[in-house]
Protein backbone atom coordinates (compact mmCIF):
# COMPACT_ATOMS: atom_id res chain seq x y z
CA UNK A 1 0.00 0.00 0.00
CA UNK A 2 1.60 3.63 -1.10
CA UNK A 3 0.48 6.22 1.03
CA UNK A 4 1.10 10.56 0.17
CA UNK A 5 1.85 13.63 2.61
CA UNK A 6 1.82 17.05 1.96
CA UNK A 7 2.50 18.27 4.94
CA UNK A 8 1.74 22.37 4.16
CA UNK A 9 -2.11 22.77 3.48
CA UNK A 10 -1.15 25.73 2.41
CA UNK A 11 1.63 27.95 1.17
CA UNK A 12 2.12 31.74 0.86
CA UNK A 13 4.25 33.64 -1.61
CA UNK A 14 4.93 36.97 -3.13
CA UNK A 15 4.53 37.24 -7.16
CA UNK A 16 8.57 36.42 -8.51
CA UNK A 17 9.39 34.22 -5.47
CA UNK A 18 10.18 30.56 -5.49
CA UNK A 19 8.43 27.91 -4.31
CA UNK A 20 8.50 24.09 -2.90
CA UNK A 21 6.12 22.23 -2.22
CA UNK A 22 6.52 19.46 -0.37
CA UNK A 23 5.65 15.90 -0.82
CA UNK A 24 6.37 13.07 0.67
CA UNK A 25 5.28 8.93 0.21
CA UNK A 26 5.03 5.33 1.18
CA UNK A 27 6.22 2.56 -0.75
CA UNK A 28 8.15 -0.44 -0.74
CA UNK A 29 8.68 -1.49 -4.57
CA UNK A 30 9.36 0.52 -7.90
CA UNK A 31 7.09 3.81 -7.84
CA UNK A 32 5.82 6.15 -9.93
CA UNK A 33 5.30 10.07 -8.88
CA UNK A 34 3.17 12.53 -10.55
CA UNK A 35 2.06 16.43 -9.68
CA UNK A 36 -1.39 17.92 -11.03
CA UNK A 37 -2.44 21.44 -10.57
CA UNK A 38 -6.30 22.14 -9.97
CA UNK A 39 -7.53 25.48 -10.60
CA UNK A 40 -10.63 26.48 -9.36
CA UNK A 41 -13.83 24.84 -10.62
CA UNK A 42 -11.52 22.70 -12.89
CA UNK A 43 -10.48 19.27 -13.62
CA UNK A 44 -6.95 18.16 -12.32
CA UNK A 45 -4.09 19.06 -15.03
CA UNK A 46 -0.68 16.89 -15.27
CA UNK A 47 2.03 18.83 -14.45
CA UNK A 48 4.86 16.44 -14.26
CA UNK A 49 6.20 12.30 -13.19
CA UNK A 50 8.81 10.36 -12.50
CA UNK A 51 9.44 6.58 -13.07
CA UNK A 52 13.32 6.30 -13.24
CA UNK A 53 16.34 7.81 -14.56
CA UNK A 54 17.37 11.66 -14.34
CA UNK A 55 15.88 12.28 -10.73
CA UNK A 56 15.05 16.33 -11.54
CA UNK A 57 11.82 16.01 -13.75
CA UNK A 58 10.80 19.13 -15.66
CA UNK A 59 7.61 20.34 -16.26
CA UNK A 60 5.47 22.29 -17.35
CA UNK A 61 5.38 26.39 -17.16
CA UNK A 62 8.97 26.13 -15.36
CA UNK A 63 7.94 23.69 -12.94
CA UNK A 64 10.49 20.86 -11.75
CA UNK A 65 10.27 18.08 -9.07
CA UNK A 66 13.09 16.28 -7.32
CA UNK A 67 13.09 12.61 -6.50
CA UNK A 68 14.85 11.39 -3.48
CA UNK A 69 14.87 7.77 -2.78
CA UNK A 70 16.73 8.77 0.79
CA UNK A 71 14.04 11.28 1.82
CA UNK A 72 11.18 9.54 0.15
CA UNK A 73 10.58 12.56 -1.31
CA UNK A 74 8.74 14.35 -4.68
CA UNK A 75 9.10 18.10 -3.97
CA UNK A 76 7.84 20.45 -6.30
CA UNK A 77 9.59 23.50 -7.23
CA UNK A 78 9.29 26.68 -9.03
CA UNK A 79 11.93 29.67 -9.27
CA UNK A 80 9.55 32.65 -10.08
CA UNK A 81 6.04 32.13 -9.60
CA UNK A 82 3.42 33.84 -11.58
CA UNK A 83 0.07 35.20 -10.20
CA UNK A 84 -1.44 32.24 -12.57
CA UNK A 85 -0.10 29.95 -10.17
CA UNK A 86 -2.19 30.39 -7.79
CA UNK A 87 -4.53 26.92 -7.67
CA UNK A 88 -3.88 23.14 -5.70
CA UNK A 89 -1.11 20.83 -5.94
CA UNK A 90 -1.61 17.15 -5.89
CA UNK A 91 1.13 15.00 -5.41
CA UNK A 92 0.41 11.38 -6.84
CA UNK A 93 2.26 8.61 -6.36
CA UNK A 94 1.41 4.65 -8.18
CA UNK A 95 3.19 1.54 -7.36
CA UNK A 96 4.44 -0.06 -10.16
CA UNK A 97 2.05 -2.58 -12.04
CA UNK A 98 -1.03 -0.90 -10.81
CA UNK A 99 -3.38 1.79 -12.42
CA UNK A 100 -5.17 3.60 -9.34
CA UNK A 101 -3.43 6.69 -8.59
CA UNK A 102 -2.91 7.69 -4.35
CA UNK A 103 -2.99 11.51 -4.20
CA UNK A 104 -2.31 13.32 -1.18
CA UNK A 105 -4.24 15.73 0.30
CA UNK A 106 -3.24 18.89 -1.70
CA UNK A 107 -1.33 22.17 -0.88
CA UNK A 108 -3.21 25.43 -2.16
CA UNK A 109 -0.69 27.85 -3.25
CA UNK A 110 -1.53 31.67 -2.59
CA UNK A 111 -0.04 33.96 -4.43
CA UNK A 112 0.11 37.83 -3.22
CA UNK A 113 0.82 40.78 -5.75
CA UNK B 1 -4.25 19.12 -25.00
CA UNK B 2 -6.69 16.43 -25.31
CA UNK B 3 -9.97 16.91 -22.54
CA UNK B 4 -12.05 14.68 -20.98
CA UNK B 5 -15.31 16.32 -19.77
CA UNK B 6 -18.01 15.58 -17.30
CA UNK B 7 -21.83 15.72 -17.17
CA UNK B 8 -23.28 17.20 -15.09
CA UNK B 9 -21.04 19.41 -13.60
CA UNK B 10 -23.62 19.53 -10.32
CA UNK B 11 -26.07 17.60 -9.30
CA UNK B 12 -28.32 17.34 -6.49
CA UNK B 13 -30.05 14.32 -5.71
CA UNK B 14 -32.57 13.36 -2.69
CA UNK B 15 -31.42 9.91 -0.49
CA UNK B 16 -32.74 6.99 -2.36
CA UNK B 17 -33.24 7.70 -5.94
CA UNK B 18 -30.73 6.77 -8.41
CA UNK B 19 -28.40 8.85 -10.20
CA UNK B 20 -25.75 8.37 -13.34
CA UNK B 21 -22.79 10.79 -13.65
CA UNK B 22 -21.25 10.64 -17.04
CA UNK B 23 -18.08 10.93 -18.32
CA UNK B 24 -16.68 11.83 -22.30
CA UNK B 25 -13.01 10.36 -22.11
CA UNK B 26 -10.31 11.64 -23.95
CA UNK B 27 -11.27 9.97 -27.89
CA UNK B 28 -8.32 7.02 -27.98
CA UNK B 29 -8.12 6.59 -24.59
CA UNK B 30 -8.44 2.85 -23.52
CA UNK B 31 -8.33 2.96 -19.72
CA UNK B 32 -11.13 4.65 -17.48
CA UNK B 33 -11.49 5.59 -14.20
CA UNK B 34 -13.45 7.21 -11.11
CA UNK B 35 -12.53 9.02 -8.37
CA UNK B 36 -14.15 10.61 -5.45
CA UNK B 37 -13.27 13.56 -3.29
CA UNK B 38 -15.25 14.50 -0.07
CA UNK B 39 -14.88 18.56 0.32
CA UNK B 40 -11.89 18.98 2.09
CA UNK B 41 -10.61 16.16 1.85
CA UNK B 42 -7.99 13.99 -0.68
CA UNK B 43 -9.23 12.85 -3.97
CA UNK B 44 -9.50 8.84 -3.76
CA UNK B 45 -9.57 5.49 -5.88
CA UNK B 46 -12.75 4.01 -6.49
CA UNK B 47 -12.37 2.02 -9.91
CA UNK B 48 -11.04 1.71 -13.24
CA UNK B 49 -12.02 0.03 -16.13
CA UNK B 50 -10.71 -1.70 -19.67
CA UNK B 51 -12.09 -3.50 -22.41
CA UNK B 52 -15.60 -3.84 -20.84
CA UNK B 53 -14.47 -5.23 -17.73
CA UNK B 54 -13.83 -3.59 -13.80
CA UNK B 55 -9.75 -3.97 -13.38
CA UNK B 56 -9.44 -3.14 -10.11
CA UNK B 57 -12.33 -1.56 -7.58
CA UNK B 58 -11.70 0.64 -3.86
CA UNK B 59 -13.42 -0.64 -0.63
CA UNK B 60 -14.91 2.66 -1.29
CA UNK B 61 -16.40 1.04 -4.14
CA UNK B 62 -19.19 -0.46 -2.56
CA UNK B 63 -22.19 -2.62 -3.80
CA UNK B 64 -24.72 0.23 -4.71
CA UNK B 65 -21.80 1.76 -7.12
CA UNK B 66 -21.57 0.29 -11.25
CA UNK B 67 -19.42 1.46 -14.33
CA UNK B 68 -20.11 1.08 -17.53
CA UNK B 69 -19.73 2.23 -21.43
CA UNK B 70 -22.17 0.88 -23.76
CA UNK B 71 -20.99 0.83 -27.50
CA UNK B 72 -18.14 3.44 -26.70
CA UNK B 73 -20.42 5.97 -25.48
CA UNK B 74 -20.04 7.84 -22.13
CA UNK B 75 -18.67 6.01 -19.46
CA UNK B 76 -20.25 5.74 -16.77
CA UNK B 77 -20.98 5.58 -12.66
CA UNK B 78 -24.34 4.98 -11.18
CA UNK B 79 -25.23 4.52 -7.86
CA UNK B 80 -28.61 2.74 -7.35
CA UNK B 81 -29.86 3.30 -4.20
CA UNK B 82 -27.58 6.33 -2.93
CA UNK B 83 -26.73 7.44 0.27
CA UNK B 84 -25.65 10.71 2.32
CA UNK B 85 -22.43 9.91 2.32
CA UNK B 86 -22.02 9.67 -1.60
CA UNK B 87 -22.09 13.57 -1.30
CA UNK B 88 -18.45 14.38 -2.86
CA UNK B 89 -17.04 15.45 -6.06
CA UNK B 90 -16.51 12.29 -8.84
CA UNK B 91 -13.80 12.93 -11.03
CA UNK B 92 -13.57 11.13 -13.90
CA UNK B 93 -10.13 10.26 -16.11
CA UNK B 94 -8.65 8.35 -19.01
CA UNK B 95 -5.31 7.00 -19.66
CA UNK B 96 -4.12 5.53 -23.64
CA UNK B 97 -2.37 2.54 -21.50
CA UNK B 98 -2.80 1.35 -18.07
CA UNK B 99 0.07 -0.27 -15.63
CA UNK B 100 3.63 -2.00 -16.14
CA UNK B 101 5.96 -0.39 -17.31
CA UNK B 102 4.21 2.08 -19.33
CA UNK B 103 3.47 4.82 -17.10
CA UNK B 104 0.37 6.88 -18.89
CA UNK B 105 -0.52 9.90 -18.08
CA UNK B 106 -4.15 10.58 -16.19
CA UNK B 107 -6.55 13.15 -18.21
CA UNK B 108 -9.35 14.16 -15.72
CA UNK B 109 -12.65 16.25 -15.97
CA UNK B 110 -13.57 19.13 -13.93
CA UNK B 111 -15.69 16.69 -12.10
CA UNK B 112 -19.40 16.49 -10.96
CA UNK B 113 -20.41 17.88 -7.48
CA UNK B 114 -22.87 15.42 -6.45
CA UNK B 115 -25.24 16.13 -3.20
CA UNK B 116 -27.46 14.05 -1.67
CA UNK B 117 -30.10 15.27 0.53
Known amino acids: TQTVSQSDAHVTVFEGDSVELRCNYSYGGSIYLSWYIQHHGHGLQFLLKYYSGNPVVQGVNGFEAEFSKSDSSFHLRKASVHWSDSAVYFCAVRGGGADRLTFGKGTQLIIQP | ?117
Open chain 2, 1 to 117: GPKVLQIPSHQIIDMGQMVTLNCDPVSNHLYFYWYKQILGQQMEFLVNFYNGKVMEKSKLFKDQFSVERPDGSYFTLKIQPTALEDSAVYFCASSLVGGGDNYAEQFFGPGTRLTVL
